[in-house]
């Protein structure tokens, strides 16, 4: 099947002219969404399900009334990610009198705010920044006739699911909603199911599944030989995009550090950044004056660059959800890639995990000169074994953070008549104390 037989209109197929034939995620949505049904599409990184929903939503636009508002909303988890997507929606609709705009935070409001007045048919925005536009009255929502949630269950990981329930709340209620992910919490299947009519329901692969051309390795070594093992993989002639993952900001700092010490084109992106200093590492590594990216799990949603040979988890993540969106990034659009991962024997669980989720073993491959105790060898496949024990889920680890901050909050709170009495104690003991 082709785009045309899709039902797509011929400036769109021009469009995306070159491309290959449609992927099975677009095959799939595109017919759903230019029906005007409401969706929940559970697609692997990489699948193209970006395409899936700013195709058929560009023809709806097409053919709809001009508003004096937006008529379609994207709202997605990161800035890097608005960004692709707003590139994409100008590639896509090159031959259509459409206009669309992006606003994120990291920069300044007043130019967005110009743009949300210059009678937008698309919106891409994440959701903070969006937020802050609609208590200013600079976003007008009421044309909008469809929604799509981009990155479902990055939203929950990140804390945006009350800023993405308040969107929703402030948008028609008759409207088209669309949402894509890779994988599907039950916080976010409860949240569409809610927000949703008669949803038609799409996966493309078992969830949580990795894409099926990642060769994935798992090499078992010490953590304080990780630098050193990852400069040694690096030397790799076949390594020439790689992505590295870790799961601090500090760690990605230090280990672009190294590498570039090491004699390596390496930077870093992560959350610290500015958006800035985020967008002109990310178009090095595109170009290629940088080969070697450093990334942390938030910073790297955005991150669509092709030609990624490796991916390299320098630390596994605390959430196993996250190892299939790391190992996402290479292997697109069809095409094959390899995912390396540093294992130390502390990790032990959450590679168990990761394995239960995805559900098959990954291979061990020791690397000579580099020596793991008699625990590390305990690093075996597993099978199907239980959720390992001290293990977290996302919403758990979600939950947890959130009591940790009430609780720290509580601690630091005043209470005027505690205060009050603790005064009153002191001035006794005072005078009780006092020379006469």
């Known amino acids: 099947m082709n785009f045309t037989e899709l039902g797509l209109r011929p400036e769109i197929v021009q469009a995306v002219k070159g491309y290959a034939n449609p992927t099975s995620i677009q095959e799939k949505a595109i017919p759903i969404v230019l029906k005007g049904q409401d969706l929940i599409a559970s697609a692997q990184t990489g699948t193209g399900k970006t395409a899936a929903f700013l195709l058929p939503i560009l023809q709806q636009l097409l053919v709809g009334k001009p508003s004096r508002g937006p008529r379609a909303l ?166 020439h995009h790689t992505l590295v993952f870790t799961r601090t900001k500090a760690r990605a700092n230090q280990l672009a550090r190294v590498l570039e010490k090491s004699g390596h084109a390496a930077t870093a992106i992560h959350s610290n950044k500015s958006q800035n200093a985020r967008t002109r590492a990310l178009a090095h590594f595109r170009s290629g004056k940088f080969d070697i990216l450093i990334a942390t799990d938030i910073a790297a949603r955005g991150i669509d660059v092709e030609g990624i040979s490796h991916v390299v988890n320098f630390e596994l993540p605390e959430a196993a959800e996250d190892y299939v969106h790391r190992i996402g990034r290479t292997a697109r659009a069809g095409a094959s890639g390899n995912a390396i991962s540093l294992v130390a024997p502390q990790e032990h669980k959450k590679l168990a995990a990761i394995e239960r989720l995805i559900g098959t073993s990954i291979k061990r491959e020791p690397v000579d000169g580099f020596t793991v105790t008699a625990e590390a060898s305990k690093l075996k496949p597993n099978r199907k074994s239980p959720a390992p024990r001290g293990f977290r889920s996302r919403q758990q680890l979600h939950r947890s953070k959130k009591a940790a901050a009430s609780r720290e909050g509580a601690k630091h709170s005043t209470n005027p008549n505690k205060k009050k009495s603790q005064r009153k104690k002191r001035t006794r003991a005072r005078s009780i104390t006092a020379p006469a």
């Open 74 to 239: 994207v709202i997605t988890p990161t800035r890097e990610l608005a960004a692709q997507i707003g590139d994409m929606a100008k590639r896509y609709g090159k031959h259509l009198n459409l206009r669309s705009g992006v606003v994120f935070g990291g920069v300044a409001m007043e130019p967005q705010k110009r743009k949300l007045a210059g009678n937008l048919d698309l919106l891409i925005a994440t959701p903070g920044r969006l937020l802050d536009h609609v208590s200013r009255k600079q976003a007008p929502l009421s044309h909008i006739r469809t929604v799509v949630l981009d990155e479902a269950d990055r939203m929950l990981d990140m804390g945006f699911l009350p800023d993405v329930r308040r969107i929703l709340s402030a948008l028609p209620k008759s409207r088209q909603n669309l949402f894509f992910s890779a994988t599907m919490p039950d916080a976010i299947e409860a949240l569409i199911r809610r927000t949703s009519r008669d949803p038609v329901m799409i996966e493309v692969a078992r969830r949580a599944t990795p894409v099926n051309k990642v060769t994935q390795v798992i090499h078992p070594v010490q953590t304080d030989q990780k630098k050193e093992l990852l400069k040694t993989i690096l030397q790799n002639s076949n390594m």
